[in-house]
């Protein structure tokens, strides 16, 4: 479970660590009351990445131009998602600009100190370029301060993020999470530091021993539930204004890379789930077979969505399990009226040796003609949005 910016910001001041003045914006006249010095940096608050190609940040100098693009990043969607909150936050001038991060390793079960002089890079790929620190044993400010050397700080610098990672890893432990990100941790020409974005995972397992987090957890759920609300994804011409193909997947990465495929060849991609992970509303552990049967439940009950594409790549738990999922789900759909029971196109695309009895059983099911089965994740996609497109009718002239 991720926490929007404003969020993270509450939490890292709360801690010790350095944000700006900021103000949360619920809607565009709150900008009348701006209790912050312009000029002002608007930031669209939503889960997805890449805000500021997607226009979804905004630098203002004055109370009108931030109120015409308050009105603008609302009812801009950013990866289908459309923001509820924005936040207004000081600009700030930087020199230099650092990644660092706290990370639970599930290799070695141990946190690790992430750090890198370049900002906004993946440190899944960064290289030589990301340095790293094992908390092996009792967190120390040893480990920071051994953080900061490997990354070439010396002097007051080096003290400066050494106090933010220290801080960065007392979130960590107290709020039991899985990720603390500040991308970027800005430096500016007095060499002060600030934290000018982060970002917080919280380990779901651990909610129930956290009152606050469960309660955290609710809201959003609450709001992921309002934004599929089929009601909801109408314009004022009754158009839908959401996506036709849904996306199930085994990764964020394999999900993402989904999404932009069907966007590419001209589909409307919506509510992408990555069935890897439980989702909030579940408050006891889950296997993949109960993730996908949910995800399928949850898609199939929004009736914009006209394709569910299910992108299943490498290893899953129970492979077998989950094609009698898939199986058992068009089963039922038989046995209903189809004219009262809604029901998607499904395209499937299942790559990796493991996935072949579950290749083998679906088979079976593809062959009555419920199901679309391919191996390559183009043709998938091709088809999904091929089975979305509504179909046009010419008029024959009668002569």
């Known amino acids: ?34 209790k912050i010095r312009y000029p002002v940096v608007l930031k669209s608050q939503v889960y997805a990445g890449e805000r500021i190609h997607a226009g979804g940040v905004r630098i203002v100098e ?23 909150v924005l936040l207004a936050e000081t600009k700030y001038d930087s020199k230099q ?41 009792e967190f120390s400010p040893f480990y920071a301060r051994r953080l900061a050397l490997k990354m070439g700080l010396q002097g007051a610098l080096m003290q400066s993020v050494s106090n933010v990672v220290e ?36 380990n779901e397992r651990a909610i129930g021993r956290h009152p606050e987090l469960a309660e955290l957890a609710a809201k959003i759920s609450h709001r992921h539930s309002n934004h ?3 009601s909801k994804s109408k314009d004022l011409n009754g158009g839908d204004t959401q996506g036709k ?27 992408p789930l990555n069935l890897r992970h439980g989702l909030l509303t579940d408050t006891s552990p ?26 299943l790549l490498g290893s899953i738990p129970q492979a077998e399990a989950a094609a009698q999922v898939i199986a058992k789900f068009i089963q039922d759909y038989q046995n209903q009226n189809r004219r009262e029971f809604h029901i998607p196109h499904l395209v499937v695309r299942l790559a990796g040796s493991e996935l072949n009895v579950a290749q083998d059983l679906l088979a079976s099911v593809e062959n009555q003609g419920e199901l679309v089965l391919v191996e390559d994740l183009d043709e998938a996609v091709a088809q999904a949005v091929r089975l979305a497109k509504p179909v046009t009718y010419q008029r024959v002239k009668v002569k």
């Not at 910001?9 to 900008?31: A, M, Y």
């Not at 107290?174 to 919280?202: C, F, R, W, Y």
């Not at 995800?295 to 992108?311: T, Y």
Request: charged content about 20%; overall charge negative; proline content about 5%.
């Open 62 to 84: 004055t109370t009108i131009d931030a109120i015409a693009a308050a009105q603008t990043i609302f009812n801009l969607p950013i990866w289908g998602e459309l923001p509820e």
């Open 167 to 202: 801080k960065m890893y007392e979130l960590f432990i107290q709020k039991d999470l899985d990720l603390v990100e500040i991308n970027p941790l800005a430096v500016n020409a007095a060499n002060e530091v600030m934290a000018l974005n982060g970002k917080v995972s919280i």
């Open 97 to 137: 600009e650092f990644y660092l991060a706290v990370v639970l390793d599930t290799a070695v079960c141990r946190p690790v100190l992430l750090g890198c002089k370049e900002a906004n890079i993946d440190w899944e790929s960064a290289g030589e370029k990301l340095q790293y620190v094992v908390v092996e044993q």
């Open 228 to 230: 599929k609300n089929p």
């Open 245 to 271: 193909i849904g996306i199930l997947g085994n990764g964020a990465g394999s999900i993402m890379a989904t999404f932009d495929l069907v966007a590419s060849l001209g589909g409307k991609p919506s509510h």
């Open 1 to 34: 479970m991720d926490l929007l910016e404003y969020q993270v910001k509450e939490w890292f001041g709360n801690i010790g660590i350095p944000v700006l003045p900021s103000q949360r914006i619920d809607h565009p006249t709150d900008l009348k009351r701006l």
């Open 286 to 311: 889950t296997s993949f077979g109960d993730r996908l049967n949910k995800g399928l439940n949850l898609l199939a009950a929004d009736k914009s969505i006209q394709v569910i594409l299910i992108n």
